[in-house]
Nanobody, 123 residues
């Protein structure tokens, strides 16, 4: 059973930073791509960032230059460093494991999900 556990969410002010972490159970990490998605209240889940086993990254346009995804394969952990946060970044953030090694940007390309962590940015 694949397990992904997110942490690091919270309530911050606009302009602040947060670092999310996602710890994966041992065999869940492997050579899979890992991604972060978010879902704001009343909206569909949307792609944020993804990273391949060898470190190739992909971002959605609204977070480019502000968010950085990284992974530590030895620790089976993926991170999302979020800087210059705005109220529009408020959402539940989900970690996901890709079905393939490629860095996909749709939910159908991911086969395992964490429970999510809330990020709230006040103005």
């Amino acid at each position: 059973q694949v397990q992904l556990v997110e942490s690091g969410g919270g309530l911050v002010q606009a302009g602040d930073s947060l670092r999310l972490s996602c710890a994966a159970s041992g065999r869940a990490f492997g050579t899979h791509a890992m991604g972060w998605f978010r879902q704001a209240s009343g909206k569909e889940r949307e792609f944020v960032a993804a990273i391949s086993w060898i470190g190739r990254t992909r971002y959605t346009g609204s977070v480019k230059g502000r968010f950085t995804i990284s992974r530590d394969n030895a620790k089976s952990t993926v991170y999302l460093q979020m800087d210059s946060l705005t109220p529009e970044d408020t959402a539940v953030y989900y970690c996901a494991r890709g079905s393939e090694p490629q860095v996909g940007n749709t939910t159908t390309e991911y086969d395992s999900w964490g429970q999510g962590t809330q990020v709230t940015v006040s103005s």
